[in-house]
C-alpha cells in the first residue's frame, strides 16, 4: 500500500506546475538570492561564534580542566578569528547573549546535550554554529544547519541527565573534527560524570544523547563506530572516541521519540561465529564462520551487548535470531 | 524556432513539427526519462512515444510551454514503463529510491489512489513548493520530478550529500504535515 501511495504521490509532483518544473530543470543557473542568503547566514555565524567563545568559556571554567578548556578556546578563536579576518569584522565579540539579541528562552529545555558546532567549509572560513548552551541552566539557541558533513565540532555534554538529585554540570567537553573518514577526535574529558543513559532534549532536531558511562572495554577490542535508530526510524550520528567511551546525537526525531536500538561496530577481543545460513544476495547457504569484525547491539538502559551481524565476504551474515530461514 | 511556432505546426499537422520537437526538446525528454530507466535504449524508445503523444494529443491541446509538457509527458510514460519493468527487476535505480523516500510524505489515508483527485494533489504540492524558499523548491523539483540523484543535486547546488538527505528529509515532513492541513487525509 505504502508502495503505491508512493508512486501515487511522485505521479501528483508530475502534475506540479510548468514554473516550478522549468526553473528547477539540471542546468538552471541556480538562484541569486543563494548567495545572499548564505552572506547572512556568514554574518549571523560571527555573532554566534563571539557568543559561543563567551558561554563556552564561563561553562568550562567550572569543571574542565584548564588544559582542555584552553584547547577548545584556542579552536573557537582560530576558527572565528579566520572568520573575522575573511568577512572584515572588527571585534564584534559580545559579553553575553543578551547582547546579540539571544535571550534564553530556551532555558532547561536541553537536559542531556549542549553541542556547538564549528565549521570550516570549502576552505573558506565559514563558520556555522548551531546547538543549545545549557550550563548550569544559562542557555542559548542558535539556530543555523548543522547537517553540513565537513568541520570541527566543540561538543558539550551536560551530565545533569539522569542524575536524581539533578545536580549541577560537570560539563564532559569534546573536540571532534568529522571529517572525510569519520570523526576525528582532537580533545576531551571524558565521560567521568556521563549521562547515564538517554535523556531527551526537546529541541526541534536533536532529540537523544546517549552516552557511555564507562569505556567500551567489554568485548571489543577495538571500537569502530556507533549509531542507534529511533522508534519513529531515525537514526544518530556517534561518536567514537579511541579509548572506547562514546556518545550519541539522534537529530530529527519525532517529539517523544525513544531510543530503540544501540550498534556499535569494532573488533572482538574473541572470535565469535556466525551459524550456516542461508544468504539471499548469493542464493547459497554460507558455511559457519568464525569472525572477529562484527556490529553488536543492545537496547538503552541494558548494558548487554548482543551479537547482530558480520560482514563476511562482502555479506552480512547475522547471529541467531537473525537467521534467514531457508526457502 | 520558438514554442509557439512548434505548436503551429502541430496545428497545421505538419510532420515538421515532430522533427522540431525532437531538436529542441529530444535530450531534455531523453533525460528525464533515462534517470527514470536507467537505459539508453528504452529513454530512446520513450522519447518516440513522447513525440508520437504529442503528435496525437496537439490539437487539441495547446500547451504554453512545450518543455513542461513533454517532460510531463516522457516522464510519466517513462514512469508506466518503470513500473511495468518493476515487477521483473527493482530496486537501485534513483526511482525506487524516491519512491521509498516518498513514503514519507504520503498523507496518513488509507490510500492517496483511491481518496485523491490527483489534479488537487499536484495543485496542493505545487502550492506547498511555493512557499518554500526557492533554493529548497528547486533541490526537491529536482530530486522528485527530474528524479536527479543526490549526488549531482549536492554537487550542482555546492551543498553535501548529508545536507541535502537532512534538508529533503525535513520538506517530506513538511509536506506531509501541509498536505494533511489541507484536507488529504481521512
Not at chain 1, 167 to 175: D, E, M, N, W, Y
Not at chain 2, 14 to 21: D, L, N, P, Q
Not at chain 2, 117 to 143: C, G, N, Q, T, Y
Given at each position: 500500500?505504502?508502495e503505491?501511495n508512493s508512486?501515487?504521490?511522485?505521479?501528483?509532483i508530475g502534475?506540479?506546475?510548468?514554473?516550478?518544473?522549468?526553473?528547477?530543470?539540471?542546468?538552471?543557473?541556480?538562484?541569486?538570492?543563494?548567495?545572499r542568503?548564505r552572506?547572512?547566514?556568514?554574518?549571523a555565524a560571527v555573532?554566534a561564534a563571539?557568543?559561543m567563545l563567551s558561554?563556552?568559556g564561563?561553562?568550562?571554567?567550572m569543571?574542565?580542566?584548564?588544559d582542555v578548556?584552553?584547547?577548545?578556546?584556542?579552536?573557537?578563536?582560530?576558527?572565528r578569528?579566520?572568520?573575522?579576518?575573511?568577512f572584515?569584522?572588527?571585534d564584534?565579540?559580545p559579553?553575553?547573549?543578551?547582547d546579540v539579541?539571544?535571550?534564553?528562552?530556551?532555558i532547561?529545555?536541553?537536559e542531556?546535550?549542549e553541542y556547538?558546532?564549528?565549521?570550516e567549509?570549502?576552505?573558506?572560513a565559514?563558520?556555522w554554529?548551531r546547538?543549545e548552551?545549557?550550563?548550569d541552566?544559562?542557555?542559548?539557541?542558535?539556530a543555523?544547519?548543522?547537517?553540513?558533513a565537513d568541520g570541527?565540532?566543540?561538543?558539550l555534554?551536560?551530565?545533569?541527565?539522569g542524575?536524581?538529585d539533578?545536580?549541577s554540570?560537570?560539563p564532559t567537553?569534546?573536540?571532534v573534527?568529522w571529517?572525510?573518514d569519520?570523526?576525528?577526535?582532537?580533545e576531551?574529558?571524558?565521560?567521568?560524570?556521563a549521562?547515564d543513559d538517554v535523556?531527551?532534549a526537546?529541541?526541534?532536531?536533536v532529540?537523544?544523547?546517549?552516552g557511555?558511562?564507562?569505556p567500551l572495554?567489554?568485548?571489543f577490542a577495538?571500537?569502530?563506530?556507533?549509531?542507534?535508530e529511533c522508534s519513529?526510524?531515525?537514526?544518530?550520528?556517534?561518536?567514537?572516541?579511541?579509548?572506547?567511551?562514546?556518545f550519541?546525537v539522534?537529530?530529527?526525531?519525532?517529539?517523544g521519540a525513544?531510543?530503540e536500538?544501540?550498534y556499535?561496530?569494532?573488533t572482538?577481543k574473541?572470535?565469535?561465529t556466525?551459524p550456516?545460513?542461508?544468504?539471499r544476495?548469493l542464493?547459497?547457504?554460507l558455511?559457519e564462520?568464525?569472525?572477529?569484525?562484527?556490529t553488536?547491539?543492545r537496547t538503552p538502559?541494558s548494558?548487554a551487548?548482543?551479537?547482530?551481524c558480520a560482514?563476511?565476504d562482502?555479506?552480512?551474515m547475522?547471529?541467531e535470531?537473525?537467521?534467514t530461514?531457508?526457502? | 524556432?520558438?514554442?509557439?511556432e512548434i505548436?503551429?505546426?502541430y496545428?497545421?499537422r505538419?510532420e515538421?513539427?515532430?522533427?522540431a520537437t525532437e531538436?529542441?526538446y529530444?535530450?531534455y525528454?531523453?533525460?528525464?526519462?533515462?534517470a527514470i530507466?536507467?537505459s539508453?535504449g528504452?529513454?530512446?524508445?520513450c522519447l518516440n512515444?513522447?513525440?508520437?503523444?504529442a503528435?496525437r494529443s496537439?490539437?487539441?491541446?495547446?500547451p504554453?510551454s512545450?518543455?513542461a509538457?513533454?517532460?510531463?509527458?516522457a516522464?510519466?510514460l517513462?514512469?508506466?514503463?518503470?513500473k511495468l519493468y518493476?515487477?521483473q527487476?527493482?530496486?537501485?535505480s534513483e526511482?525506487a529510491?524516491?519512491?521509498?523516500e516518498?513514503g514519507?510524505c504520503?498523507?496518513s489515508?488509507?490510500s492517496?489512489?483511491?481518496?485523491?483527485?490527483?489534479?488537487l494533489?499536484?495543485?496542493?504540492?505545487?502550492?506547498?513548493?511555493r512557499?518554500?524558499p526557492?533554493e529548497?523548491r528547486?533541490?526537491?523539483?529536482r530530486?522528485?520530478w527530474?528524479?536527479?540523484?543526490?549526488?549531482?543535486i549536492?554537487?550542482d547546488?555546492?551543498m553535501s550529500?548529508?545536507?541535502?538527505?537532512?534538508?529533503?528529509n525535513?520538506?517530506r515532513?513538511?509536506?506531509k504535515?501541509?498536505?494533511e492541513?489541507e484536507g488529504?487525509h481521512?
Amino acid at each position: 500500500m505504502k508502495e503505491n501511495n508512493s508512486e501515487a504521490m511522485l505521479r501528483a509532483i508530475g502534475g506540479i506546475d510548468d514554473d516550478l518544473i522549468l526553473s528547477a530543470a539540471p542546468g538552471e543557473p541556480k538562484p541569486r538570492s543563494a548567495r545572499r542568503v548564505r552572506f547572512v547566514r556568514r554574518t549571523a555565524a560571527v555573532l554566534a561564534a563571539a557568543l559561543m567563545l563567551s558561554l563556552a568559556g564561563v561553562g568550562t571554567a567550572m569543571a574542565v580542566s584548564e588544559d582542555v578548556r584552553e584547547s577548545v578556546t584556542e579552536t573557537i578563536k582560530s576558527v572565528r578569528d579566520s572568520v573575522l579576518r575573511i568577512f572584515g569584522y572588527g571585534d564584534p565579540a559580545p559579553s553575553n547573549a543578551a547582547d546579540v539579541g539571544i535571550r534564553s528562552d530556551r532555558i532547561n529545555r536541553s537536559e542531556g546535550v549542549e553541542y556547538a558546532r564549528l565549521t570550516e567549509l570549502r576552505n573558506e572560513a565559514r563558520l556555522w554554529l548551531r546547538g543549545e548552551l545549557a550550563l548550569d541552566g544559562d542557555a542559548a539557541f542558535v539556530a543555523d544547519d548543522w547537517s553540513d558533513a565537513d568541520g570541527v565540532y566543540v561538543c558539550l555534554i551536560d551530565s545533569n541527565s539522569g542524575r536524581s538529585d539533578g545536580g549541577s554540570a560537570f560539563p564532559t567537553l569534546a573536540v571532534v573534527e568529522w571529517t572525510e573518514d569519520g570523526f576525528v577526535l582532537r580533545e576531551h574529558t571524558g565521560f567521568s560524570e556521563a549521562p547515564d543513559d538517554v535523556a531527551v532534549a526537546e529541541t526541534e532536531d536533536v532529540t537523544a544523547v546517549f552516552g557511555s558511562t564507562e569505556p567500551l572495554d567489554g568485548p571489543f577490542a577495538e571500537l569502530q563506530s556507533v549509531s542507534a535508530e529511533c522508534s519513529d526510524g531515525s537514526v544518530s550520528i556517534g561518536w567514537t572516541f579511541g579509548d572506547g567511551y562514546f556518545f550519541l546525537v539522534v537529530w530529527h526525531a519525532e517529539p517523544g521519540a525513544t531510543l530503540e536500538r544501540i550498534y556499535a561496530s569494532g573488533t572482538l577481543k574473541e572470535p565469535a561465529t556466525v551459524p550456516r545460513q542461508y544468504d539471499r544476495a548469493l542464493g547459497r547457504y554460507l558455511d559457519e564462520t568464525q569472525v572477529t569484525d562484527v556490529t553488536l547491539c543492545r537496547t538503552p538502559g541494558s548494558d548487554a551487548w548482543q551479537n547482530y551481524c558480520a560482514i563476511v565476504d562482502g555479506h552480512e551474515m547475522f547471529f541467531e535470531p537473525f537467521v534467514t530461514p531457508a526457502p | 524556432m520558438t514554442d509557439e511556432e512548434i505548436v503551429a505546426l502541430y496545428f497545421a499537422r505538419s510532420e515538421e513539427a515532430v522533427a522540431a520537437t525532437e531538436r529542441q526538446y529530444g535530450a531534455y525528454c531523453r533525460r528525464i526519462a533515462r534517470a527514470i530507466l536507467l537505459s539508453d535504449g528504452d529513454a530512446d524508445e520513450c522519447l518516440n512515444d513522447t513525440l508520437l503523444a504529442a503528435w496525437r494529443s496537439i490539437p487539441p491541446a495547446k500547451p504554453r510551454s512545450l518543455a513542461a509538457y513533454l517532460g510531463r509527458t516522457a516522464r510519466n510514460l517513462a514512469l508506466n514503463r518503470f513500473k511495468l519493468y518493476s515487477a521483473q527487476k527493482r530496486g537501485g535505480s534513483e526511482t525506487a529510491l524516491a519512491l521509498d523516500e516518498l513514503g514519507d510524505c504520503v498523507p496518513s489515508s488509507g490510500s492517496v489512489e483511491e481518496e485523491l483527485d490527483a489534479a488537487l494533489l499536484s495543485e496542493a504540492i505545487s502550492r506547498f513548493l511555493r512557499s518554500e524558499p526557492e533554493e529548497k523548491r528547486r533541490v526537491f523539483v529536482r530530486r522528485y520530478w527530474y528524479l536527479s540523484p543526490l549526488e549531482d543535486i549536492a554537487a550542482d547546488y555546492g551543498m553535501s550529500r548529508s545536507k541535502l538527505t537532512s534538508l529533503l528529509n525535513r520538506m517530506r515532513k513538511d509536506l506531509k504535515k501541509f498536505l494533511e492541513k489541507e484536507g488529504f487525509h481521512v
